[in-house]
């Protein structure tokens, strides 16, 4: 099971819009995935030379304070972070690499879910309308959306095995299916020296593209060669910096339809998490074609 | 022409009225609006009754049909007209996967593209899509006709049984077990038929017809080591 969706807004008048248009989509596909729910959101992006983390604690008494006045003493930089129930969106101009070495030595009770200039990770176990309320997204504004309802099959039910899974730079990764050979995928991405929160397939798929493109491959080239690398069943949307892409693996079991008008594109595991769109009624509908990469926006 | 609002009446409610009609039904037309992508929409009707559903619906809609004459005005999910036993089912847009599966009898009609195993396991069914479909379509196919204008994906016929294929495009590659055939004046007759009921715009010269090698269709004994 598992629904995920994703939504760009092509209309610029729309966009004030985007997550109360998001709100149902993730809702309807309740039924296919009531154990945890998560969204990731493209919206404020920051100015040349900071970076924005998506940051993540399991503990409810957790004092995010400790992060920025922490990280501007510890690397003289500037940092703000905005805590939103059990994550935080931290802003700051701190060298990436060094403040997550910080955050890994210093704050042990917090993962980074997501970073880059514009993307926000948002995840929980619960109903998707639970979870959308605890992040206070309805009235959120932005270009587009991805999200994920999950039924969990391959690993426990925990915040950290919720979609979305980073996968780099404003991009991250949700994913319908599952993966047979993620055993020794994973040992083979340690190797490399990708390190791992879970027991989760599509943690494995998500540090799978996070490798190809830290080794300088492109989007396009990752889901390539992501088709001979991965085995299992998947329909994967990956949120990019301005859209998203669409892929399904060869034998394509696992559902998809894409619709698009003027104002938007949708994708969705069942069109009923698209039919309350404006003018869904008149949009072009069709189902992806296997092992075929759909992609909207220029990063992909 | 009655009219159903699903956001209003329920898809039980629908179903239910719509199955109650029986004979009755036959000099009446039904539309149902705001479908909203539901499934199961329009299921088991068993009376020659008209229904237009306005808008997309999800899976299995117009399943299990007999004798009713049901037209979706858009897209349609996974598995519609699925096992229909007679009747007619007209899709205006596309389909999901598994367009008519195992269906007994009757004519699906699909105007636009249909995705994989359009017609898996089909026994009787007359299946015409005036787009193309996927991979794997008449997968085990045992009777009926698959008439596709466009092109057909890959393995089409895989396995089949029996059934006749119409293609009038490219086919991808063939699936186990299944060849083209020769297309003689009886098989042109039939797909002119399919087409004209069908109100589908095509020339059957323009068709080629695949349909089974029956060798897969006994065991042989001699053959165990390629089952």
Request: proline residues 3%.
């Amino acid at each position: 099971m598992c629904g995920i969706v994703g939504l760009y807004l092509k209309n610029e008048q729309l966009r004030t819009q985007l997550g109360a248009l998001f709100r149902p989509m993730l809702s309807e596909m309740k039924s296919r995935g009531p154990d945890s729910a998560g969204v990731a959101i493209y919206r404020n992006a920051t100015s040349s030379g900071q970076t924005k983390f998506s940051l993540a604690t399991d503990d409810p008494s957790y004092d995010w304070k400790q992060i920025d006045v922490g990280l501007e003493s510890a690397l003289n930089c500037d940092a703000s972070i905005n805590p939103i129930d059990t994550h935080c969106i931290l802003v700051t101009n701190g060298p990436e690499i060094d403040v997550r070495k910080w955050l890994k030595r210093n704050q042990n009770a917090v993962r980074v879910v997501g970073s880059g200039s514009s993307v926000e990770i948002f995840k929980e176990v619960g109903l998707p309308d639970q979870v959308f309320d605890r992040f206070q997204l309805d009235a959120a504004a932005g270009t587009h959306m991805i999200g994920h309802t999950r039924m969990a099959t391959e690993s426990a039910v925990t915040t950290a095995g919720s979609h979305p899974f980073a996968t780099g730079a404003d991009l991250c990764l949700v994913h319908n299916g599952s993966l047979s050979n993620h055993h020794r995928l994973r040992e083979n991405l340690r190797k490399e020296g990708l390190e791992f929160q879970t027991e989760n397939d599509t943690e494995v798929a998500a540090a799978y593209m996070t490798w190809k493109i830290r080794e300088g491959h492109s989007l396009r080239q990752t889901l390539e060669q992501a088709i001979d690398d991965l085995d299992g069943f998947y329909t994967f949307c990956v949120g990019t910096r301005d859209g998203f892409a669409v892929l399904r693996d060869p034998i394509a079991c696992k559902h998809a339809v894409l619709a698009e008008t003027e104002d938007w594109v949708a994708m969705a595991t069942e069109y009923r998490a698209i039919a309350t769109l404006p003018d869904a009624l008149h949009a072009e509908i069709w189902e992806p074609k296997p092992q075929t990469i759909y992609a909207w926006g220029d990063s992909a | 022409m009655k009219v159903l609002d699903l956001s209003v009446d329920g898809l039980r409610h629908i179903n239910k009225t719509l199955n109650a009609l029986g004979d009755d039904g036959a000099d009446q037309h039904w539309a149902i609006n705001n479908p909203m992508g539901q499934h199961a929409i329009a299921c088991g009707l068993q009376s020659p009754v008209e229904v237009d559903i306005n808008g997309h619906v999800g899976f299995y809609c117009a399943g299990m049909n007999q004798r009713a004459k049901i037209t979706v005005h858009g897209h349609v999910g996974v598995g519609v007209a699925e096992n229909m036993m007679s009747g007619h089912v007209r899709v205006k847009g596309n389909a999901s996967q598994a367009a008519g599966a195992t269906g007994h009898g009757g004519l699906l009609v699909i105007e636009g593209d249909t995705s994989s195993r359009c017609g898996i396991s089909m026994k009787g069914i007359d299946i015409v899509v005036g787009g193309s479909v996927g991979h794997m379509s008449a997968f085990m196919a045992q009777l009926g006709h698959l008439v596709v204008c466009g092109d057909a994906g890959e393995a089409l016929g895989d396995s089949i049984y029996e059934a006749d294929l119409f293609v009038r495009g490219d086919v991808e590659s063939l699936g186990a077990d299944c060849e083209e055939k020769e297309m003689a004046s009886e098989h042109i007759d039939t797909l002119q038929d399919l087409l004209t009921r069908s109100d589908i715009s095509a020339n059957p010269r323009e068709f080629r017809r695949y349909g089974s090698a029956r060798k897969l269709y006994n065991f042989d004994i001699d053959k165990t080591d390629a089952y």
